[in-house]
């Protein structure tokens, strides 16, 4: 079996995923901490908002990023005629996908991890005069690492594995956007068992090794 066509999803799917993950933690670790310590009408509604990426469709997601996007567009409009970007039919666009399917993962445990930490710790600071910036800093971010590690590592897992949302929104442009959840796809589509199923090896190996270490992390320390 010739392994050389399995290179390019393989690296781009890498990079993808990698990028995925930072968007997903800048964006989520904040989110988490804001929508759980804050108290505000419509919370509810918030949190629901932020994990709601996770039981939608994948082509659902990609038909708002598309809405949203697209040429016609309000952000791909603006995005076109400010800096002469547009996201459609690029690797950009697959990361843009990625990150949205993956801010879910690192939205719930790392939410889950700063409940967990103690707060009589933070009544504490607070009372010695602590801004809410080191609260979150100096005491929440360092309790709570070992949970957003494991979001972001289920992050990464997810964004690897992502197939509609990038599908609507990048295409399947082998060399340009095909991940390896595309290829897999491309090769079944064209009846190359070995290739398919090596890729599909490749995809399983890493979803299963990051599922066993974010175990280990989240599993309460004695």
Same mark, same amino acid.
């Given at each position: 079996m010739n392994l050389a066509p399995a290179i %390019? %999803?393989?690296l781009l799917t890498l990079k993808v995923a990698i990028l995925a993950t930072l968007g997903a933690l800048i964006l989520g670790v904040p989110s988490a901490y804001l929508v759980g310590r804050? +108290?505000?009408p419509g919370k509810s509604v918030v949190?629901?908002?932020?994990t709601l990426p996770m039981v939608l469709p %994948? #082509?659902?997601l990609g038909y708002y990023l598309l809405v949203l996007f697209g040429r016609n567009g309000m952000l791909g409009q603006w995005?076109?005629?400010a800096f002469g970007v547009s996201l459609l039919f690029t690797w950009q666009g697959a990361a843009l $996908?990625? #990150?949205v399917v $993956?801010? %879910?993962m690192v939205f719930t445990t790392a939410r889950a991890a700063f409940d967990a930490v103690d707060q009589n710790l933070v009544n504490a600071a607070r009372t010695l005069g602590a801004p809410s910036f080191s609260l979150f800093a100096r005491i929440c971010l360092p309790l709570a690492w +070992?949970?957003?590690l494991a979001g972001a590592m289920l992050a990464f897992a997810r964004a690897m594995g992502e197939f509609g949302a990038t599908l609507m929104i990048a295409g399947n442009l082998p060399g340009k956007t095909q991940t390896l959840s595309l290829a897999v796809y491309s090769a079944v589509m064209a009846g190359q068992d070995d290739q398919a199923a090596f890729l599909t090896g490749v995809v399983t190996l890493a979803g299963l090794s990051v599922l066993v270490a974010s175990g280990r992390l989240l599993r309460p320390r004695p």
């Amino acid at each position: 079996m010739n392994l050389a066509p399995a290179i %390019p %999803p393989l690296l781009l799917t890498l990079k993808v995923a990698i990028l995925a993950t930072l968007g997903a933690l800048i964006l989520g670790v904040p989110s988490a901490y804001l929508v759980g310590r804050a +108290r505000f009408p419509g919370k509810s509604v918030v949190d629901a908002l932020g994990t709601l990426p996770m039981v939608l469709p %994948p #082509t659902v997601l990609g038909y708002y990023l598309l809405v949203l996007f697209g040429r016609n567009g309000m952000l791909g409009q603006w995005l076109n005629q400010a800096f002469g970007v547009s996201l459609l039919f690029t690797w950009q666009g697959a990361a843009l $996908a990625s #990150t949205v399917v $993956a801010f %879910p993962m690192v939205f719930t445990t790392a939410r889950a991890a700063f409940d967990a930490v103690d707060q009589n710790l933070v009544n504490a600071a607070r009372t010695l005069g602590a801004p809410s910036f080191s609260l979150f800093a100096r005491i929440c971010l360092p309790l709570a690492w +070992r949970g957003i590690l494991a979001g972001a590592m289920l992050a990464f897992a997810r964004a690897m594995g992502e197939f509609g949302a990038t599908l609507m929104i990048a295409g399947n442009l082998p060399g340009k956007t095909q991940t390896l959840s595309l290829a897999v796809y491309s090769a079944v589509m064209a009846g190359q068992d070995d290739q398919a199923a090596f890729l599909t090896g490749v995809v399983t190996l890493a979803g299963l090794s990051v599922l066993v270490a974010s175990g280990r992390l989240l599993r309460p320390r004695p």
